[in-house]
């Protein structure tokens, strides 16, 4: 039976939101269990500071991106781990929906953009949050939020023309 | 300052991605159970570190007083050189026949004073390299054991992830990643323990956890 505290429960009703939030940002489907379980450490943790009168999405939000970018720092120091990664073979999974294959595009146009302007993008243009939001969740300036918005885009859509003409390419 | 519009490209590439997918049950299930497990780790946890710390905290008041004692005491005290410390450091002062016959040790200073500090410097270097487990992390590793033991896989792997995160280099990093693959295992994530057990294998090539391994493996099969 799990005990419920304020932040559980918030865990609990958002718990889609954080993995989703987790996969936007390019966390590894085999880390994304063990940054989520780290994302509520955090979240347990800046609970206090939490204002409850803003949105939980965006503060969830900006929680992943620290344990994401954490997570990258630690992959970047642990170059012998990186480099023993094993490929999963074999094909797929069966259910080669459309919709899952557009997914997969912008994910691999999205993994082209470096995280901290990732974060900006997938905030504003995926999940609509206002600009001002975007960047109170990052603890950013206004104006970096603002720049790092336009040129992920700019990115994305450089990234979505290479990525359409490398699957174009026989 | 207001926000310039998506390109009808990217809006028309972005629009079908705005919503949430639900996850599987299992997996929230999971991640829930762990949520939970890591509360009550931290809660442990913070319990055991907030206990000792004034104790911590006297000890280490009476060693720092006790060693600034004894070191200013052999200052006062001075007392009659012994005969390696004559040779170390020779005085004008006459000394004992005895011991200024000694000819082995009358040759030692010139080579000692060149390699202590060097000594001294692979000895702190060693030390870092292979932490010795502290009772913090023997706990922790024994609690993470225990949850293996009674099938609480998804607890030992909140408890291995509070380790890594107290202990990233610890003294029983072998002993962590081998339960880290028995948990995955034991949580029927095969994929994700084969390659845990890929990266420990890497790491620790000699180890007698392999074996164990290998049981589990051919189990599997």
């Known amino acids: ?22 996969r936007w940002l390019g966390a590894r489907p085999q ?10 450490i955090a979240l347990r943790r800046s609970w206090p500071h939490f204002d409850s009168s803003r949105p939980l999405r965006p503060y969830l939000f900006g929680v992943a991106f620290r344990v994401v970018s954490m997570q990258r720092r630690k992959r970047k120091r642990e170059v012998t781990f990186a480099s023993l990664e094993i ?38 243009d995926l999940e609509e949050v206002p600009m001002k939001q975007v960047a109170v969740a990052l603890s950013i300036p206004l104006f970096t939020a603002y720049s790092r918005l336009r040129k992920a885009r700019k990115e994305l859509e450089a990234a979505i023309r290479r990525t359409g003409g490398e699957a174009s390419k026989p | 300052m207001k926000t310039p519009p998506l390109s009808p490209e990217l809006e028309a590439l972005l629009a079908p991605h705005r919503g949430i997918l639900p996850l599987a049950p299992s997996v929230e299930a999971r991640a829930l159970a762990r949520a939970a497990a890591a509360e009550s780790l931290e809660a442990g946890a913070a319990r055991v570190i907030a206990r000792p710390l004034w104790a911590f905290a006297v000890a280490a008041g009476i060693v720092l007083v006790a060693g600034a004692g004894a070191y200013a005491a052999r200052g006062w005290i001075g007392g009659p050189p012994s005969p390696r410390q004559v040779h170390v450091a020779p005085s004008s002062a006459p000394r004992a026949p005895a011991v200024v016959s000694d000819p082995p040790e009358a040759e030692a200073p010139a080579t000692m004073t060149q390699e202590t500090p060097r000594r001294r410097r692979m000895v702190r270097k060693t030390s870092t390299a292979t932490a010795a487990p502290t009772n913090a992390e023997l706990q922790l590793l024994r609690d993470a054991r225990q949850d293996v033991t009674r099938g609480d896989f998804a607890r030992a792997l909140a408890v291995i992830a509070e380790h890594v995160r107290r202990f990233r280099n610890g003294g029983l990093v072998e002993e962590r990643e081998a339960l880290r693959v028995k948990s995955l295992a034991g949580l029927g994530r095969h994929e994700e323990a084969h390659r845990a057990a890929a990266q420990f294998h890497a790491r620790f090539p000699h180890s007698v956890f392999l074996s164990t391994f290998e049981r589990m493996n051919e189990a599997d099969r």
């Open chain 1, 1 to 22: 039976m799990i005990r419920k505290d304020p932040v559980l429960e918030a865990y609990q009703q958002e718990i889609s939101y954080v993995f989703h939030a987790l």
């Open chain 1, 31 to 40: 880390e994304i269990e063990d940054l989520a379980q780290e994302l509520f």
């Open chain 1, 87 to 124: 490929r999963e073979g074999g094909p797929g999974p069966d259910d080669a929906l459309q919709a899952k294959q557009a997914r997969a595009t912008v994910m691999r146009a999205l993994e082209r953009i470096p995280l901290r302007r990732r974060a900006v993008l997938v905030m504003h």
